[in-house]
């Protein structure tokens, strides 16, 4: 395949010399050659780059850099031996304050694109205060090596199925680098293994593969923020969707009257109950099942001029009859926390079409250092009841 773009037949395999003009949600470098874009990993908007065509496709193309030929002044050396090979971090080339800048553009620009929102709604990037060290959890894999004739042991490659042969991890803490070494020392019998490793969090009992926050670090900015968002909205009742082991809610159970959580995952509910009893805490329960199946007896069973909804839900979102139960009842406030800026944008487009309710403030906080994922906190506030059947989410 040929591509025609600034008078220059492309193919793949050709070596080319072009300029990053911005930065792509998932970290890839954008250059523009007039109507054909070439996404780039593992650059900086500013810098000019040399770089090998990989991939084409009618409109855009994927390339590897070899060589920087202007260095951004953001640009610093990789921390990670395996920067670049690993497929677990995208942003370790950049300095700390370049990566929380290039963050909050990001998800201005999918709240702006997406969810029509205006960007200045987006507050600064909350940031970590351990940009290294500080993933409680991973997930390695092994694989068998042709070349090696041995098992590789790590994390997938960045595009690609095969398995990069770790020793540690910059971004992991101590506790599950340790677990690496152990797991290497006694690996699995064959390759197509998953082995998760993690630390557990002081204080809380956590399943083995039952979720929990990944970053120990932020936990503190997270219910802060949190609990600004409950304060500034006078509400005496929390729900506490997808609540997991009860992190929010016993967090958050002393600025309310009374609260629930919901869980489908039943040893976490479990969990959450024991967690619950642990801390002395009365004025709430947990209840299992699903959110969108248990939501309709909670929005009756308490008032909703009074009352937040906290919502956690996975990456891709929260489904559509929870969101249209929601604008049906109104209750005075959802906060929705969300580590994919994209389903957020498009479920609080939702929530808010018509006027029925506002967005009043998003605060991203940096869950997931030289990675390109970050953790949101949006607060909305109902303002008026919906003029008739809930519209469609947008894509």
Same mark, same amino acid.
Do not use: H
């Given at each position: 395949m040929t591509i025609e773009a600034n008078n220059l037949s492309i193919r793949v395999g050709d070596v080319i010399e072009v300029e990053i003009c911005d930065i792509a949600f998932g970290g890839e470098g954008v250059a523009r050659l007039s109507d054909f874009v070439? *996404?780039?990993?593992?650059?900086?908007?500013? !810098?000019?780059?040399?770089?090998?065509?990989?991939?084409?496709?009618?409109? *855009?193309?994927?390339?590897?850099?070899?060589?920087?030929?202007?260095?951004?002044?953001?640009?610093?050396?990789?921390?990670?031996?395996?920067?670049?090979a690993c497929g677990g971090c995208q942003y370790q080339h950049l300095s700390y304050p370049a990566q929380l800048r290039l963050k909050h553009k990001q998800i201005a620009d999918i709240f702006e694109r997406i969810g029509e929102f205006a960007p200045s709604i987006v507050a600064p990037v909350v940031a970590c205060p351990q940009p290294y060290g500080y993933?409680?959890?991973?997930?390695?894999?092994?694989?068998?090596?042709?070349?090696?004739?041995?098992?590789?042991?790590?994390?997938?490659? !960045?595009?690609?199925?095969?398995?990069?042969?770790?020793?540690?991890?910059?971004?992991?803490?101590? !506790?599950?680098?340790?677990?690496?070494?152990?797991?290497?020392?006694?690996?699995?019998?064959?390759?197509?293994?998953?082995?998760?490793?993690?630390?557990?969090?002081?204080?809380?009992?956590?399943?083995?593969?039952?979720?929990?926050?990944?970053? *120990? *670090?932020?936990?503190? !900015?997270?219910?802060r923020v949190a609990g600004e968002c409950i304060r500034n909205s006078g509400a005496r009742y929390l729900v506490d969707a997808y609540c997991g082991v009860g992190f929010f809610s016993l967090e958050l159970a002393g600025q309310v009257e009374s609260f629930a959580g919901v869980e489908y995952d039943r040893m976490a509910v479990h969990a959450a109950r024991r967690n619950q009893s642990r801390r002395g805490i009365t004025n709430g329960d947990y209840l299992e099942g699903k959110t969108e199946e248990v939501l309709p007896a909670l929005l009756r069973r308490f008032p909703a001029g009074r009352t937040a909804y906290l919502l956690d839900p996975p990456r891709t979102g929260c489904k559509p009859e929870s969101l249209s139960q929601l604008r049906s009842a109104g209750p005075a406030q959802i906060i929705y926390v969300s580590c994919h800026p994209a389903t957020l944008a498009r479920d609080l487009n939702l929530l808010c079409r018509d006027g029925v309710y506002e967005l009043v403030a998003v605060t991203p906080l940096d869950m997931f250092p030289q990675t390109q994922h970050v953790e949101c906190v949006a607060d909305l506030r109902f303002r008026q009841a919906p003029p008739g059947p809930p519209p469609e989410a947008v894509s």
């Open positions: 070439l *996404f780039i990993p593992f650059v900086n908007t500013g !810098e000019k780059v040399r770089a090998e065509v990989t991939e084409l496709k009618k409109r *855009f193309g994927r390339a590897r850099c070899l060589d920087v030929l202007v260095a951004s002044p953001e640009r610093v050396p990789s921390t990670c031996r395996y920067f670049g993933r409680n959890r991973i997930m390695i894999r092994s694989q068998w090596d042709k070349t090696r004739q041995a098992l590789n042991l790590g994390f997938l490659q !960045e595009n690609s199925g095969l398995v990069v042969d770790v020793e540690d991890c910059a971004i992991a803490m101590p !506790e599950v680098n340790e677990q690496i070494k152990r797991a290497r020392a006694n690996p699995p019998p064959k390759g197509g293994l998953k082995v998760v490793l993690r630390a557990y969090p002081e204080g809380w009992e956590v399943g083995k593969d039952t979720f929990f926050q990944n970053n *120990f *670090f932020l936990l503190p !900015e997270l219910i």
